[in-house]
């Protein structure tokens, strides 16, 4: 048996790095926006959003799958929209997949920076105000740079579970090897498969290995970045 | 350079409603006890809050009016304020604390002056580093030189030493002395500490329960009976402005104030150094007449101005020597046997002197 990957583990390996990174990297300004208006502005409905932002977290990720598909599916309203004006289709294809991640991720990302901002001293930005800085000033040089800790935990949070997504993104774009089966749904198709016991496990060993990875880095990112902000 | 100020705005457990004015360069102190109201009110300065009524002019121009709806924001007001924690930014070098608002200002300092304000709270040697590595004094000068440097009209200080302990405010104070003495720029000070205020203000603004009680300058209402009584000081007396005249070949200094010559134990700065001297109520001993061969080095003459009980057994005595205030505190048995009353010409006989620690005294 040999260590090295064969091209389909790899095909697997690589297509689940590239749906967390666009899912993450997408949601991610979104989220810092999202988690700076609940965390720094009174607005009418405030709960009634954030309870919203939550139902990722609740609901089942077959649901949320579910509700994507009613929603992007080619004959659904938005989704026939979109591929009749843009010829962007999200069914069956990897960006649904990194779509679907995004979405069940969000809420990790939000709650992270959010909870940074809260916990923030308000009076650093007085002074700032204090100094001629004004609103946009303030944000962009001193409630960014000082939430940078709770962004890149929320960052790397998000990257890991959207690594493991499986139910929504099956539910909503099916498992299509090369385009939309990441490592978990690799591992599911090759538990189906009669005899796919060993690549199973080799598939599951290589998820392990990336969790722990996952792990180490951002626990030394996390350190780096509070070292960058003084904190 | 002037400022005026009027505020109306109500709290919770309290209402605040000021009228007052600061014309003089210097330092004016707003003292008061905490939760008088003193802090409230730099904000409403600074722009940080916005009262339910008032009228703010900084050296003429209107930076609040409620009545015409005039609020400039807080970055045009051009206010240098200094908070109690000093609020550096954690995340920036000293040197980027400092040139903040230097960047941001529309009048911008000169590099000169920048390396006058470096060098005149001794930062150069804390230019590169970051805030979390400073002492509890380091984080205050240089939020004092961050504020200095965005050119402001007026700096707002609020409780600047309350959260440091008695060394580090020893070590930030006489910073601030020589921001009085050598800058221009009117500094309106927080404070509930009278040892604080006392040293470093020309005149004080007292507040109470929201309101202004009595301003004047420190000379003046530290040596008044009536205020002291008021506000309550124990152990107070007078603070008077004097000269160092001479050192004398035995031993002592001699100061010269409006009333006379004091004369010290050895004073270790060169004639012509102006002083701060605290003549404590219980130090005066009063006679009627020019007491001879006594220990005593200074004696002064003085007019009685008024009388007041203070407890069963002690009166405070207002004395006028020269144009200087002095409070003399002695028993009601001598009040009565010397037969003291106001306009009686007196001698005031001084058994101690304290002089403040002087500006330059610490600092090279």
Known sequence: MSFALSPPELEALLLSLRVSLVAVGCALPLAVLTAIAIAHHDFPGKSLVDGFLHLPLVLPPVVVGYILLMIFGTRAPVGAWLLDNFGVQFVFNWTGAALAAGIITFPFQVRAIRLTLEAMDTGLSEAAQTLGAGRIDRLINIVLPLALPGIVAGAITAFAASLGEFGAIITFVSSIPGETRTLPLAIYSALQTPGGEVEAARLSALAVALALIGVSLAELAERRVRALVGR | ?364
């Not at chain 2, 210097?26 to 008088?36: C, D, E, P, Q, Y």
């Not at chain 2, 040596?223 to 005249?245: C, E, K, M, N």
């Not at chain 2, 003085?302 to 002695?330: F, M, P, Y």
């Open chain 2, 1 to 364: 350079m002037s400022v005026s100020v009027f505020l109306r705005h109500d709290f919770a457990d309290f209402s605040l409603d000021v009228n007052f004015g600061v014309d003089a360069p210097g330092i004016t102190a707003l003292f008061g006890k905490s939760g008088a109201g003193k802090s409230t009110i730099v904000q409403a300065i600074a722009g940080l809050l916005r009262p339910r009524e008032g009228r703010i002019e900084i050296s003429g121009q209107i930076v609040l009016d409620s009545a015409a709806n005039v609020f400039v924001a807080p970055g045009l007001r051009r206010a240098g304020y200094v908070f109690q924690d000093a609020r550096l930014f954690p995340h920036m070098s000293v040197e980027n604390n400092l040139l903040f608002g230097w960047r941001r200002a529309a009048q911008k300092a000169s590099q000169n002056e920048i390396d006058h304000v470096i060098d005149l709270l001794d930062l150069r040697a804390l230019l590169a580093r970051r805030p979390a590595k400073l002492s509890g004094g380091e984080r205050g000068r240089v939020a004092l030189g961050r504020a200095l440097l965005c050119s402001p009209r007026l700096l707002l200080l609020d409780e600047p030493l309350a959260a440091l302990d008695a060394a580090r405010k020893a070590e930030i104070m006489p910073y601030l002395e020589r921001l009085r003495d050598e800058e221009k720029i009117p500094m309106l000070y927080v404070s509930h500490a009278l040892d604080e205020v006392t040293r470093l203000a020309d005149n004080l603004v007292i507040v109470d329960k929201g309101r202004v009680t009595a301003q004047g300058t420190v000379f003046d209402l530290m040596g008044d009976i009536a205020f002291a009584r008021g506000a309550g000081l124990q152990a107070y007396g007078a603070i008077l402005p004097a000269r160092v005249s001479a050192h004398q070949d035995d031993g002592l200094t001699r100061l010269e104030f409006s009333g006379g010559a004091l004369f010290l134990a050895r004073l270790d700065c060169a004639p012509g150094t102006a002083l701060r001297v605290r003549i404590r109520a219980e130090d005066v001993m009063l006679a009627r007449e020019e007491p001879m061969a006594i220990s005593a080095n200074n004696v002064l003459r003085a007019n009685i101005q008024a009388v007041e009980q203070i407890d069963a057994t002690h009166s405070d005595v207002q004395l006028v020597c020269g144009t200087d205030r002095l409070v003399a505190r002695i028993t009601r048995a001598s009040l009565t046997r010397l037969e003291l009353a106001p306009q009686m010409d007196i001698f005031a006989i001084v058994k101690s002197v304290t002089v403040d620690p002087q500006t330059g005294a610490g600092l090279s």
